[in-house]
């Protein structure tokens, strides 16, 4: 059964920080792209950072440039969102995603993406 599971939100404070994961099952990810996106309660759902299949290329929304780092091991079959200098406009339902790429490119639309996890909830409030 091909499967993502995200972990490691959470409540944190201001300024905090937290790693969510994404491991997958029943595949490899050496062929497909991630993406981490997210969803706050009465918005549209955004694409916050995408890595490519190898690790060599990624991709951030410029509100969490800086702050927000990506990292994937393929061996572990799992996908890393470090966030640091966290703020309440983070706060929301975080997915990860696959996209069959064959190693070329970084989508960005969530409709490019044929796998997705059941998602984890980033509170960040004091």
């Known amino acids: 059964q091909v499967q993502l599971v995200e972990s490691g939100g959470g409540l944190v404070q201001p300024g905090g920080s937290l790693r969510l994961s994404c491991a997958a099952s029943?595949?490899?990810?050496?062929?497909?792209?991630i993406g981490w996106f997210r969803q706050a309660p009465g918005k549209e759902r955004e694409g916050v950072s995408h890595?490519?299949?190898?690790?060599?290329?990624?991709y951030y929304k410029d509100s969490v440039k800086g702050r927000f780092t990506i990292s994937r091991d393929n061996a572990q079959k799992t996908v890393y969102l470090q966030m640091n200098s966290l703020k309440p406009e983070d706060t929301a339902v975080y997915y990860c995603?696959?996209?069959?790429?064959?190693?070329?490119?970084?989508?960005?639309?969530?409709?490019?993406?044929?796998?997705w996890g059941q998602g984890t909830q980033v509170t960040v409030s004091s």
């Open positions: 995603a696959a996209a069959l790429t064959g190693g070329w490119g970084i989508p960005r639309r969530g409709d490019e993406y044929g796998y």
């Open positions: 029943g595949f490899g990810l050496d062929y497909y792209a």
């Open positions: 890595i490519d299949s190898t690790g060599d290329h990624t």
